[in-house]
């Protein structure tokens, strides 16, 4: 089937004429815009067989003519979607399955059972205006702006959004058009279909809180090849998040997207080695600024959500300890308030766009001051993905080895260093983890993140204390001192209890020997 590239992007309706008057998009546009209505009906059956396999289908009507679509597959990264589409005018407004080709997707519609239950579930009904586009080095895209409303029964949802479908070349300059735009326009990347909104507006779920997918690389490819892979991997994690980080109180959607930024940071660090920091720099740097936006908040919600919980359990009715709770549950709204403003920020936006034109660009990454051809950097570039990690697993494995020797004597600071340590490991290992024997790898990965979860509940004894340092003093200070003793007590026991369980969790990562 054949393959749709498309850069999405949202924006809000009051935007559209600065959009259409910007001086770029004239000089781009090949065509006068054309304006058309169209109606969607999205089918499945009531248990969603459809969209379990990751399969949408549709009919539209486009004037008097109907269309029959089926969309599934591929990926979404950084807003450029990738997707098999087929589509095969119909005539008129009921499908025709017998017009289905004989593919993967299409194999989907080979039960007649599952035609049969198959029923209109949501439609959408909006105005589209298309132009052509052609950039300086002759990719050729088409720009859709659509306005309209998603309507599932009594419910609907309004949207306005640009798809810009890339006809050929690359999807560089899709990027580049949007980041050009980005200062007059507030675009928005948009991470779901209109399909994938139907089906939430339709079934009335949230957006869905994404964890790591497995990251597919295969042992053919080249260190570079397997950075990219894993990057746009991590980008996918962080940008699925973003949704219910905007829309949901939930702090596992903020949880996700730090877990996120730290794969993505991790997987710079791995391969500074291979290219060059400094080819990194723009990059990293504003992948450090949002984690800042966004640490604090996370380290205020395991505070107030499971450290200073589980005391107040133990202290019930200790009208200080309420105080304090009700205080330091003020602060982590405020960390909450700004992490959603860096995500929902032009900057974030910036940087997104960025992200997704740098891993689109033909020559990247490329060092500065490197010739493309020579130098040890390229030649680690070219490196077998599997020797490369191989190299980076037992070097790093040394380096925990290392710390657990002198275990018994590490300070809280070293403990920390271990701790990151530890986690680089972990993200590495579950990386390049396909090139392994799994069984092996699994197992090596699970004693990583239980001395991960130990070392990482050794930190929030230690973090604690520095939250409570940022308290505003209170009118009571005698109370208050009381309450933040009894929180520094508790933290001081479960530091103890946490050591002596790293040296029986220690002794079982010891065990399992490397998988390298």
């Known amino acids: 089937m054949p393959t749709e590239i498309e850069l999405k992007l949202r924006l809000p309706a009051d935007s559209i004429v600065r959009l259409q008057r910007h001086p770029l998009l004239k000089s781009l546009s090949t ?34 003519n109907w269309i029959q679509s089926i969309k599934g597959g591929g990926s979404a990264v950084a807003g450029l979607h990738q997707r098999y589409e087929w589509e095969a005018p119909v005539l008129g407004a009921q499908p025709e399955f017998k017009k289905i080709p004989n593919s993967a997707l299409g194999r989907i519609f080979d039960s007649d059972t599952l035609c049969e239950q198959l029923r209109p579930l949501f439609t959408t009904e909006f105005k589209r205006s298309t132009r052509s586009l052609r950039f300086m080095d002759n990719t050729e895209a088409e720009l859709c702006l659509d306005q309209g409303k998603i309507v599932a029964g009594n419910v609907s949802m309004p949207f306005c959004e640009i798809e810009l479908e890339l006809k050929s070349g690359s999807p560089l300059p899709l990027f580049q058009l949007a980041l050009d735009l980005l200062p007059a326009v507030p675009l928005r990347l948009e991470s779901v279909s209109k399909a994938e909104r139907g089906y939430r507006l339709a079934s009335g779920d949230k957006p869905p809180m994404v964890k790591a997918a497995q990251v597919s690389i295969v042992t053919e490819m080249s260190s570079g090849e397997a950075f990219q892979v894993i990057v746009r991997n991590c980008l996918d994690h962080l940008h699925s998040n973003e949704a219910g980080m905007l829309e949901c109180g939930d702090i596992e959607y903020l949880h996700q997207m730090r877990v996120a930024l730290r794969r993505v940071r991790s997987a710079f660090s791995i391969f500074s080695k291979a290219f060059s920091k400094s080819a990194f720099v723009p990059v990293t740097q504003e992948l450090k600024w949002l984690s800042g936006q966004l640490g604090p908040a996370r380290d205020w919600d395991v505070f107030v959500t499971e450290t200073l919980a589980d005391i107040c359990t133990q202290f019930p009715g200790h009208a200080e300890m309420m105080v304090l709770q009700e205080k330091c549950e003020q602060i982590r709204r405020h960390h909450n308030d700004v992490a959603r403003k860096a995500i929902g920020s032009t900057r974030y936006t910036e940087m997104m766009l960025r992200l997704g034109a740098w891993l689109n660009a033909e020559s990247w990454p490329v060092p500065p001051g490197l010739p493309v051809s020579t130098g040890l950097l390229e030649v680690r570039a070219k490196m077998p993905a599997k020797e490369f990690s191989t190299g980076l697993l037992a070097h790093r494995h040394k380096q925990l080895k290392k710390y657990g020797r002198k275990l018994k004597n590490l300070s809280p600071r070293a403990l920390h260093s271990m701790r990151i340590v530890a986690k680089k490991q972990r ?8 090139l392994y024997p799994h069984g092996k790898t699994k197992r090596y990965i699970k004693s990583l993140a239980e001395l991960q979860d130990v070392l990482g509940g050794m930190n929030d004894t230690v973090v604690a204390g520095q939250l409570l340092s940022e308290l ?25 209890a946490e050591k002596t369980k790293l040296n029986r969790t220690w002794a079982g990562f010891e065990r399992n020997s490397p998988f390298w």
């Open 31 to 64: 065509s006068r815009p054309v304006a058309e209505k169209i109606h969607t009906v999205y089918y499945d059956t009531s248990d969603y067989d459809l969209k379990r396999n990751n399969v949408a289908f549709r009919l539209r009507r486009i004037g008097k």
């Open 472 to 496: 505003p003093a209170g009118e009571n200070r005698s109370g208050e001192h009381e309450a933040i003793g009894i929180v520094l007590g508790w933290a001081a026991s479960v530091a103890l």
């Open 427 to 434: 993200y590495a290992a579950e990386f390049f983890a396909a």
